[in-house]
């Protein structure tokens, strides 16, 4: 069984910066990837960012390229999401996954076998 649990989020101003965090326990296979994904209040789930489980290779949503990265810490079983120039409509509940989801499937909550209890991220304008 895998765990996931989630901490980092908070409010910050927009244009402000944020590192989520995601500790994994557990058994993740060596085919696993990490993904991030978020929902605000209303809307559906979005996909944001995917690493492998090796740390070779991310996936991004168009939304957060060149602001978000994605990162992982191997011996602290760790993956990150840096956040850099947060605009308010980054506002949601972020949420850890993992899965064998690859890079043509990183959008797919259906990959994605494990999560975590989410974090509040609210930006402020």
Not at 29 to 49: C, I, L
Not at 56 to 62: H, L, N, S
Not at 107 to 125: A, E, K, P
Request: aromatic share 12%; charged share 20%.
């Amino acid at each position: 069984q895998v765990q996931l649990v989630e901490s980092g989020g908070g409010l910050v101003q927009a244009g402000g910066s944020l590192r989520l965090s995601c500790a994994a326990s557990g058994r993740i296979g060596s085919a696993y990837s990490m993904g991030w994904f978020r929902q605000a209040p209303g809307k559906d789930s979005d996909f944001v960012a995917r690493i492998t489980w090796d740390g070779a290779f991310t996936t991004y949503a168009d939304s957060v390229k060149g602001r978000f990265t994605i990162s992982r810490d191997s011996a602290k079983n760790t993956v990150y999401l840096q956040m850099n120039s947060l605009k308010p409509e980054d506002t949601a509940v972020y949420y850890c996954a993992a899965g064998e989801a690859n890079h043509y499937t990183s959008y797919d909550r259906r990959r994605y076998d494990y999560w975590g209890q989410g974090t509040q991220v609210t930006v402020s304008s």
